[in-house]
Nanobody
């Protein structure tokens, strides 16, 4: 079964940067589209970014376009989320999940979706 573990979260000042990692194991992930989601206290989970199995297709929430970059290294079974120009409203627990829509046309997860445990990102001065 697919397992995912997020890391890289922490406390950063507004305008700063963080890189999150999603390490996968259990099955070969080459054919999985993987997404990043986040959930702030009292708010619903929202899709942040998605990357196709090959990395050829990506999708970003409007709120993070131009600031976040998703990438993957299938040889390392890892997906990354580079977050730049962070804002206080980016504060949330960030989760990775798979599988998502094959071409990342949205943030749909399949019934068999697996989630990581989450990593906290706090943006504050």
């Amino acid at each position: 079964q697919l397992q995912l573990v997020e890391s890289g979260g922490g406390l950063v000042q507004p305008g700063g940067s963080l890189t999150l990692s999603c390490a996968t194991s259990g099955v070969t992930v080459d054919y999985y589209a993987i997404g990043w989601f986040r959930q702030a206290p009292g708010k619903e989970r929202e899709g942040v970014s998605c990357i196709s199995n090959s990395g050829g297709s990506t999708n970003y929430a409007d709120s993070v376009k131009g600031r976040f970059t998703i990438s993957r290294d299938n040889a390392k079974n890892t997906v990354y989320l580079q977050m730049n120009s962070l804002k206080p409203e980016d504060t949330a627990i960030y989760y990775c999940a798979a599988p998502l829509d094959y071409y990342c046309s949205g943030f749909r997860v399949f019934p068999t979706v697996s989630w990581g445990q989450g990593t906290q990102v706090t943006v504050s001065s």
